[in-house]
């Protein structure tokens, strides 16, 4: 699974090098690392709690039937499911795990005898009539009817009161969520073959695990049923089902169907969403030396209100829905990253499972990296070292709250286990790794791990002896530091250079109290008038030393140059050699030359060599990076200067439109006295909001609002009904009238706020409406108050949530009564309710007051 990511903003390190980014605009598909700042060891916690273990299976499953169909209106799975199960000890009972389900009936499928139950908040256990000795079979049905608490199962828009949105029903059973929706035995270490019969009204279309047998209306059914079935035994939690209104376009390319569901305004770019999928196996199956090991299918299908990104369900993955673009967004936004994240798990992760959660980072970390030797093959090595240098930067960032090793069986509940630790850093360990054994002796481990555990439960120690096996070495070292142990190395790096030799420092300077002294292995990268060599070296305590002599007059020493060690950098280089490191070949020796700069752009020469970098840096990420240090200290810079660099970086000069974003924040952050220039910056934006990007737009609109209010209004009313890629532009539009801050856009934004639906813009605007009532006059908070009573009764709590704030501001007295009704309503969860008891509690003390 490929969870959601947030950006977070904190401030610049000018001494520990974690390759800063300096981006200042984010949104989906332009996913960058946050900045990092330098801390004290102190404020990091190692998180603790008691070990967590799964129940023992005492039963194997080893099939399951299930059919399903849907009550839209109560939000419920009407379901019967028969289980095919062998005794592993003499036992006369069966636990299953079910939550949020009642039973009409549990019986034995063979005679239809039915047997007694008793129920708990997680689990039904099943009494059975005999003893059931070891690998004795048994075959139980169950009649059920679910309600799932939007776990495990959910309904969007189910009776269309949405009209933006369409009905949708989707599955997510990582990590032990399915049996909210239907008993099974919700263990990550189970593994059983599968059928599923899913009845739907005929406009809606199906996904589940495996082929598509069959699709037929039954005989005095109104539903269409389709019938799935999945021969090769998977995890429960991968089990799958979503319906809603989709295109399914297919192809087959050699052994393997593929099929790709699209909402159907999407179908025309269905090549572009799903690029490079066929490819993707293609690389999997070479690079593991293992073909496809599933039903000859694999399908993807984007789902409304996705709580992730992506589902590696076998041979049905979902994703979230903001991977449909049309074509223009699709010059800016390729899915590759998330798609080949998914595929991959279907070896590292659905073949080859994890025993338990303590263990999910075997899935995640193999699944995360695989990313990245993907984007080597098809982008080449720059990309691969930036992909590399965000994954590192995302877990720092997360390092500055917490470490924990990263197998960890001291979860509260096993969510807590999808951090960056798992993912992130996980997946940095096992390129370290790889760096360490060498590239055959990595792909000979990565073949053997996929052909002996094939369809099995695994955990570290499985993975360690694979790898000492492909090795030859012994592997605990390195499994204890960086699998078992807390934290990652700070390494201090110093060296001295005296014609042909070297003499170069490398010490650790991390807290050991609580982190190891951590065995290293970077190579060395020194540069001489005329070329350059890489020496391997050893540290295995906190400081060591080492002398070298070469042939050459060497001019440069780059410790560790492609950052491979997990481990935070501290350096200290004069101005000169930072100038020589930033037009460095290598993008990541360049990248960290430009963090060091933010200490030296006062001076012009410096301000000068950024603006150079980010006009004409070979590399998308450094220009951008470079364009963030000018925002950074835009107050300093020539405003002449400035909006000539922002002319210049307009489509198709420069090609990324992440640059371009932000050159527009350049522009828009320097405040010179610019006023004989007014009318070039307003003619640039004007431009820029119709750039080839929705992105770019995006900014420029932001930025007119922020620049220009009072041409605001006239200027944004033609993109408050541009449709775009995820309503970018509309939000735009909407946030630009909020920095306008006068009568006209308060009129604008009474009107977005008035739509139906759940859309971002509208949100925003009821938002700042609101937080506005004490500034303005009796007419807005009129309309204000008319607008968010409407809201009282809206689909969605969210909304719900704002209407009951606004109620208490404007002192909304009359709608008490209306609030007690809703309060009883079965629908609203226990922090809505709560919210609802102190709206009712302020009204009535007003209500009391005004008495």
């Known amino acids: 699974m490929m969870i959601k990511a947030h950006r977070e903003n904190v401030s610049v390190s000018l001494v520990i090098l974690t390759?800063?980014?300096?981006?200042?605009?984010?949104?989906?598909?332009?996913?960058?690392?946050?900045?990092?700042?330098?801390?004290?060891?102190?404020?990091?916690?190692?998180?603790?709690?008691?070990?967590?273990?799964?129940?023992?299976?005492?039963?194997?499953?080893?099939?399951?039937?299930?059919?399903?169909?849907?009550?839209?209106?109560?939000?419920?799975?009407?379901?019967?499911?028969?289980?095919?199960?062998?005794?592993?000890?003499?036992?006369?009972?069966?636990?299953?795990?079910?939550?949020?389900?009642?039973?009409?009936?549990?019986?034995?499928?063979?005679?239809?005898?039915?047997?007694?139950?008793?129920?708990?908040?997680?689990?039904v256990t099943i009494a059975l009539e005999e003893e059931y000795d070891s690998g004795d079979t048994l075959t139980v049905g169950l009649q059920f009817v679910?309600?799932?608490?939007?776990?495990?199962?959910?309904?969007?828009?189910?009776?269309?009161?949405?009209?933006?949105?369409?009905?949708?029903?989707?599955?997510?059973?990582?990590?032990?969520?399915?049996?909210?929706?239907?008993?099974?035995?919700?263990?990550?270490?189970?593994?059983?073959?599968?059928?599923?019969?899913?009845?739907?009204?005929?406009?809606?279309?199906?996904?589940?695990?495996?082929?598509?047998?069959?699709?037929?209306?039954?005989p005095g059914d109104s539903l269409r049923t389709d019938y799935w079935r999945m021969s090769k035994p998977h995890a429960p939690y991968l089990f799958v089902l979503a319906v809603g209104e989709y295109e399914v376009t297919e192809e087959i390319r050699g052994d393997l169907l593929y099929r790709y569901y699209t909402e159907p305004e999407?179908?025309?770019?269905?090549?572009?969403?799903?690029?490079?999928?066929?490819?993707?196996?293609?690389?999997?199956?070479?690079?593991?030396?293992?073909?496809?090991?599933?039903?000859?299918?694999?399908?993807?299908?984007?789902?409304?209100?996705?709580?992730?990104?992506?589902?590696?369900?076998?041979?049905?993955?979902?994703?979230?829905?903001?991977?449909?673009?049309?074509?223009?967004?699709?010059?800016?936004?390729?899915?590759?990253?998330?798609?080949?994240?998914?595929?991959?798990?279907?070896?590292?992760?659905?073949?080859?499972?994890?025993?338990?959660?303590?263990?999910?980072?075997?899935?995640?970390?193999?699944?995360?990296?695989?990313?990245?030797?993907?984007?080597?093959?098809?982008?080449?090595?720059?990309?691969?070292?930036?992909?590399?240098?965000?994954?590192?930067?995302?877990?720092?960032?997360?390092?500055?709250?917490?470490?924990?090793?990263?197998?960890?069986?001291?979860?509260?509940?096993?969510?807590?286990?999808?951090?960056?630790?798992t993912y992130q850093k996980a997946g940095q360990i096992l390129r370290m790794l790889h760096d360490y054994i060498g590239d055959d002796n990595w792909w000979d481990g990565v073949n053997k791990w996929l052909e002996k555990f094939s369809f099995k439960a695994v955990d570290y120690h499985d993975l360690q002896g694979v790898y000492e096996k492909s090795s030859g070495e012994n592997l605990d070292w390195f499994f204890d530091q960086w699998f078992l142990s807390p934290g990652h190395p700070y390494i201090e790096i110093s060296y001295t250079l005296r014609g042909s030799s070297a003499t170069v420092t490398i010490a650790q300077v991390q807290d050991t109290t609580h982190q190891p002294v951590f065995h290293l292995y970077p190579e060395i990268l020194f540069e001489f008038e005329e070329g350059s060599t890489r020496e391997r070296v050893a540290l295995t305590d906190l400081e060591e030393t080492y002398h070298f002599q070469f042939r050459g007059t060497i001019t440069d020493v780059i410790v560790d140059p492609d950052r491979v060690l997990l481990g935070e950098y501290i350096v200290d280089m004069d101005l000169q050699k930072l100038l020589q490191r930033v037009r460095h070949e290598h993008v990541l020796v360049r990248s960290e030359a430009i963090t060091l700069l933010h200490d030296f752009m006062e001076e012009p020469e410096v301000q000068s060599v950024i603006m150079e970098i980010a006009r004409s840096d070979p590399f998308w990420g450094v220009r951008a990076q470079a364009f963030g240090l000018l925002v950074d200290y835009a107050n300093l810079l020539d405003g002449e200067d400035v909006l000539k660099l922002a002319n210049d970086t307009v489509y198709p000069d420069e090609e990324h439109y992440s640059v371009r974003i932000e050159a527009v924040n350049l522009l828009l952050n320097?405040?010179?006295?610019?006023?004989?220039?007014?009318?070039?910056?307003?003619?640039?934006?004007?431009?820029?909001?119709?750039?080839?990007?929705?992105?770019?737009?995006?900014?420029?609109?932001?930025?007119?609002?922020?620049?220009?209010?009072?041409?605001?209004?006239?200027?944004?009313?033609?993109?408050?009904?541009?449709?775009?890629?995820?309503?970018?532009?509309?939000?735009?539009?909407?946030?630009?009238?909020?920095?306008?801050?006068?009568?006209?856009?308060?009129?604008?934004?009474?009107?977005?706020?008035?739509?139906?639906?759940?859309q971002d813009f509208t949100y925003r605007a009821i938002r700042h409406l609101i937080d506005s009532i004490p500034e303005r006059?009796?007419?807005?908070?009129?309309?204000?108050?008319?607008?968010?009573?409407?809201?009282?009764?809206?689909?969605?709590?969210?909304?719900?949530?704002?209407?009951?704030?606004?109620?208490?501001?404007?002192?909304?007295?009359?709608?008490?009564?209306?609030?007690?009704?809703?309060?009883?309503?079965i629908d609203i969860v226990e922090s809505e309710r709560e919210e609802l008891r102190k709206t009712i509690r302020a009204l009535e003390y007003e209500r009391n007051y005004i008495d």
């Open 670 to 758: 320097n405040t010179m006295d610019l006023h004989n220039q007014s009318n070039n910056i307003r003619d640039h934006f004007i431009a820029m909001s119709n750039d080839t990007s929705y992105f770019v737009s995006a900014e420029s609109i932001r930025a007119f609002g922020q620049l220009f209010p009072e041409e605001t209004v006239s200027f944004i009313e033609p993109f408050l009904t541009m449709n775009s890629y995820q309503d970018v532009i509309r939000e735009a539009a909407t946030d630009a009238l909020i920095f306008a801050g006068n009568h006209d856009a308060d009129e604008l934004l009474i009107q977005l706020a008035g739509l139906p639906g759940d």
């Open 19 to 123: 390759f800063i980014t300096a981006f200042s605009c984010a949104h989906p598909g332009f996913m960058e690392a946050p900045e990092m700042e330098l801390f004290t060891e102190e404020e990091w916690i190692i998180p603790d709690g008691p070990v967590q273990s799964l129940r023992e299976r005492t039963w194997d499953l080893h099939h399951q039937k299930l059919r399903v169909r849907f009550d839209f209106e109560q939000k419920q799975v009407l379901g019967e499911t028969e289980l095919l199960f062998t005794s592993k000890t003499r036992q006369a009972e069966l636990i299953l795990d079910a939550k949020t389900m009642e039973f009409d009936d549990i019986y034995y499928v063979m005679t239809g005898e039915s047997l007694s139950f008793r129920q708990d908040s997680a689990t």
């Open 266 to 421: 999407f179908t025309e770019t269905v090549d572009l969403i799903y690029d490079q999928t066929v490819d993707m196996i293609r690389f999997s199956e070479e690079k593991t030396g293992v073909s496809w090991p599933w039903d000859p299918v694999y399908a993807q299908a984007p789902v409304r209100d996705f709580i992730a990104r992506g589902m590696e369900n076998t041979t049905a993955t979902l994703l979230y829905d903001a991977v449909q673009f049309d074509r223009r967004a699709s010059q800016d936004l390729s899915n590759h990253d998330l798609i080949m994240h998914e595929i991959i798990h279907h070896w590292f992760g659905n073949l080859v499972t994890a025993r338990d959660w303590a263990n999910l980072p075997l899935n995640e970390g193999f699944a995360n990296y695989f990313e990245g030797i993907y984007t080597r093959h098809s982008e080449g090595d720059d990309a691969w070292h930036w992909k590399n240098r965000n994954n590192r930067l995302s877990y720092f960032d997360e390092a500055r709250v917490y470490r924990r090793p990263v197998i960890f069986d001291r979860y509260r509940i096993p969510e807590d286990m999808y951090d960056r630790h």
């Open 146 to 218: 679910s309600t799932p608490p939007e776990r495990g199962l959910y309904f969007v828009n189910p009776v269309g009161a949405d009209p933006f949105k369409p009905t949708q029903v989707w599955t997510l059973g990582q990590p032990e969520d399915n049996s909210f929706w239907f008993p099974t035995v919700d263990h990550p270490a189970e593994r059983c073959t599968q059928e599923t019969w899913i009845s739907v009204p005929p406009q809606y279309t199906t996904l589940s695990n495996g082929l598509l047998k069959e699709s037929r209306v039954l």
């Open 777 to 825: 006059d009796d007419d807005f908070q009129e309309s204000v108050r008319t607008l968010t009573i409407e809201r009282l009764d809206d689909p969605y709590s969210e909304y719900r949530l704002l209407a009951y704030e606004a109620m208490v501001k404007l002192g909304v007295v009359e709608v008490v009564d209306q609030l007690h009704q809703n309060k009883q309503r």
